[in-house]
């Protein structure tokens, strides 16, 4: 560190002190190939203070680390750092991302992360990651609340979204396979309420979610049936093929 009034000293690790001011390169590009290096691609290179390292991934391959690249969390250039400092000094202080409950805490601290950049692949990936320990995710409502605030779980229209803006959330059993446009309307004439695919991760994590199951019936009772007198007549012709 260059720093005047800092005391730090890189090579006998005392640079993880909280009052330290140094600062670590990082790559903020999420390039698969990219080598944290300027001349070989368009990434740029940032320096960032010690006391966010919670918040750094390391410079690993995985799913977890790239989809939390593309969210816009940043990346170690450990290739500019002796080996053994990387290590032993600021390894152990970066994002932990082995670990489902520290990444979905520094999730719902980031304010501006960029969901839009990740497939729907890697959507149901991170979902599956971030509900691997179902147990406690049950036993803390604030955990729980947290995974629920983020826009990942798939609905019965195949878009993605956060449970938090919702009253009721069901999860759609229907047999009705072709959709079209009218039909699609349907499933949002109550703006409470949302359906979510029935696919075998959400039925894993109905029980955790407190997600009950509705089928077509169900669905045209409870949700539609209120709303018929003010449904235009296309919708409405799609409605009652719930009743089919």
Known sequence: CSLPACRCSLPVCRCSLPACRCSLPVCRCSLPACRCSLPVCHCSLELVPLDSLNTIVRSDSGDVVTILCKLGFAKLGSSLLPSRLTIHCIEPQLLQTEDPVTVLTQLAAQPSLHWDKLDKWELERFLRFLSKDLQKLQGDR??????KALPIFE???????????????????????????????????????????????????????????????????KLLLPHLPHLPEAQLLEAVKLLL
């Open 142 to 147: 604030g955990l729980l609340n947290k995974l």
């Open 155 to 221: 609905t019965h229209q195949g878009c993605h979204v956060s449970l938090a803006l919702y009253q009721n959330v069901y999860l759609l059993q229907s047999k009705i396979t072709e959709i079209s446009s009218n039909f699609k309307k349907l499933y949002e004439a109550d703006k409470r309420t949302i359906l979510l695919k029935d696919n075998q991760l959400n039925r894993k994590l109905s029980k955790c979610l407190g997600t009950d199951v509705m089928n077509d019936l169900q669905q045209f009772m």
